[in-house]
């Protein structure tokens, strides 16, 4: 007996097979002599197939999305823990180093923080600006006021003033206004690649950092008399 007809005795013998098994249904294909016309099972079974494809997709896009998102908690947890360790703006500099370069793939970082407060020098990622530029009017003005992180390419002039010297590698950037009860200043990411920072992207893991960066400053910042 060949195969064929040893899966035809089969299912005479078991004629509530596909009853059992009814995901198989959607991958037979059955012909059916309607000429150019098809039939009403036939057009049922083709939409039925096309439904199980569409929702196999988008399965697969929402597991890729939580896999994404489970590792940029993961990397937004570390930062954080690194940051609350920090005893000195020495430290965050080290820990904003660290964790956004290693873990974020992220190679300027810059943390811009307003001259009412006392910076050291020999802090590689801190510089000091204006508290006039954080205002309304200033130079990051707009940055301060928005409700969530900038993201996108950026402009020479713009790259300049967020960056200063450092900008022939940054196409595009992150600028996160650090703001509670006090406008302590901006944390910027830049990176070579144009299409690493997009208008579009979802920006809660960096809202976040911004948040939790601002809590943390308060106590590393005493103000100038």
């Known amino acids: 007996m060949t195969e064929t007809q040893q899966i035809e005795a089969y299912l005479n013998e078991h004629p509530e ?26 057009y049922q079974l083709r939409k039925l197939r096309d439904q199980v494809k569409h929702l196999e997709r988008e ?9 994404i998102n489970s590792v940029l908690f993961e ?7 690194a940051l609350l360790g920090a005893r000195n703006l020495h430290d965050l500099s080290i820990a904003l180093d660290e964790q956004l370069g290693r873990s974020f793939d992220i190679p300027v970082v810059r943390l811009l923080l307003s001259d009412q407060f006392e910076i050291q020098d020999g802090l590689n990622l801190i510089r000091s600006i204006t508290s006039r530029s954080l205002e309304d009017g200033g130079d990051f003005a707009e940055a301060i006021s928005s409700k969530e992180s900038w993201v996108g390419r950026v402009t020479q002039s713009h790259k300049k003033a967020l960056f200063g010297n450092d900008t022939t590698d940054i196409a595009s950037c992150a600028t996160l206004g650090l703001v509670r009860g006090h406008t302590y200043g901006l944390l910027v990411l830049g990176h070579p690649d ?19 960066l601002a809590m943390i400053l308060p106590r590393l910042l005493p103000e100038t008399n």
């Open 17 to 42: 097979f596909f009853v059992d098994h009814p995901y198989l249904i959607t991958a037979l294909k059955i012909p059916l002599d309607t000429g150019p016309a098809i039939s009403l099972i036939e």
């Open 75 to 81: 990397k937004t947890r570390g930062l954080v823990l």
């Open 194 to 212: 144009a299409e690493h920072f997009q208008s579009n992207q979802d920006t809660l893991f960096l809202d976040h950092i911004g948040e939790a």
């Open 59 to 67: 399965n697969d896009h929402m597991i890729e999305v939580a896999r």
